[in-house]
């Protein structure tokens, strides 16, 4: 079975070479930087023309890497469920071409998971992934995915995703994207300053901060659950160093200050 794009045309262009023309001219505003190693990326799940830029920016950091399998966790945007869901199909197609599943891997956590589930409906009308896949199919055609959407979730959710995530496959092989936007519909000024504040606790590394700053509104990202299981993932793998690359808001195409959401591309290596 294929999961069909449901995006094309909407988020993002519906045919092939205006995709990859699309894909290309962000690609080449990049600034070349040094290669590092990296093992996990946050990227924004909006519309090309809003976070275009920065999404492309946060994969092409990774396009000198061998990576076999990129793990891509986002948040559930429409459909209403506890845990996280698979994806229990062959490949994700997008009109620049289609991601091969790991099914063995999604298998796994399937069958190991007891709060994970294979529901189509988490992702039927769900974006946060689809729209990372034509970047990611540009870069890497040859990487398998392992696509999950995060809906509700508490501690004993986020531990088990961490634990079984770890366990699947080659660290040095694998890279974790972090699908989320962050502040939603605040002031461009406003929006600057608590998706700063995000970056801050992001960078310092100190979980327990970013989760108390969620908890008391402080800080906004539609996809903290995602964020947290890779903190996690990529602490365990004693990953240290992180890079906050871009940022840019909503506001800056529609031209209204007044009601923006923040977008942000973070590297960890």
Known sequence: MIQESRFAGLFYPETRQLLEETIQTFFKSIPQRKEKPVKGVIMPHAGY?????????????????????AIIIGPSHQFSFFGASTLAKKEYQTPIGSSLIDLEKVEFLHKKGQ???NEPDAFNNEHSIEVILPFLFSLHPKTAIIPIVIGQYNNEVINELVRLLASIGKQEETLVITSTDFSHFFSAKKARRKDQKAIDLIKEQNINKLITAHQQQAIQLCGFGPLLIMLYLLKAWNVKQVEHLNYAHSGEITGDPSSVVGYNSVIFY
Not at 49 to 69: D, P, R
């Open 49 to 69: 023309k809003y976070s275009g830029s920065v999404a492309a920016e946060s994969l092409f950091n990774t396009k000198h890497l061998n990576i076999k399998t």
């Open 115 to 117: 709060f994970i589930i």
